[in-house]
């Protein structure tokens, strides 16, 4: 992949709220924040397909280490062609702008789901299960690590048929240095 022009710009939609466009990309509505980046919902302007926008904190783009780690998963994503691991549309790192634009999933975490439904039965964990272990094992093929699998960076596909999906997020690294507290 290459990276995508990134001119910043904003506008008010309707007088109701603002969107942001980023290279390509018109975001508007937010769908998550982690740690280090916010999630929109945006659209790909010349194709008008649908993308999860990971937008990088401006202030964390100054730090060295940070963008690193944003490298390290640009590059683990320009690899990944995995049904159950989102794919990577296209990226943008410069000075002040820096986001991924990820396959968009019309779904839920798996987090939500369990707080919303309680227990789930055996045969949905077992599928569950039997994809994580798909993914994650096609992600240490690569010779890379996930290194956050918790319920809140995975997503179940609920638009057309549930499909399960793995969030990545920047922690990965190489197998190879793979140690206890990297686990």
């Not at 001119?7 to 709220?17: D, K, L």
């Not at 940070?66 to 990577?88: A, G, N, S, T």
């Not at 798996?110 to 045969?123: I, T, W, Y």
């Not at 299960?129 to 699998?149: K, P």
Request: proline residues 5%; contains cysteine; hydrophobic residues 40%.
């Amino acid at each position: 992949w290459e990276p995508c022009s990134s001119p910043v710009t904003s506008s008010e939609n309707e007088g109701r709220h603002s969107t942001v466009k980023l290279g390509p990309y018109r975001a508007a509505d937010s769908v998550g924040e982690g740690g280090m980046a916010r999630v929109f919902k945006a659209v790909h302007e010349p194709t008008g397909q649908l993308v999860a926008l990971k937008v990088f904190d401006p202030d964390d783009l100054k730090d060295a280490s940070f963008i690193k780690r944003v490298r390290r998963e640009i590059e683990v994503l320009e690899q990944v062609d995995y049904p159950h691991v989102v794919k990577m549309h296209g990226w943008a790192l410069e000075e002040g702008v820096g986001y991924l634009a990820l396959e968009y999933i019309n779904g839920r975490t798996l987090e939500d789901l369990s707080r919303k439904q309680g227990k789930f039965a055996g045969p949905i964990v077992m599928r569950i299960a039997t994809e994580m272990v798909g993914a994650l094992g096609y992600l240490h093929g690569l010779a890379f690590f996930h290194r956050d699998i918790k319920p809140l960076n995975i997503m179940i596909e609920t638009a057309s048929k549930p499909q399960l999906l793995i969030m990545l997020s920047f922690f990965f690294g190489a197998a190879s240095g793979v140690s206890p507290s990297c686990t």
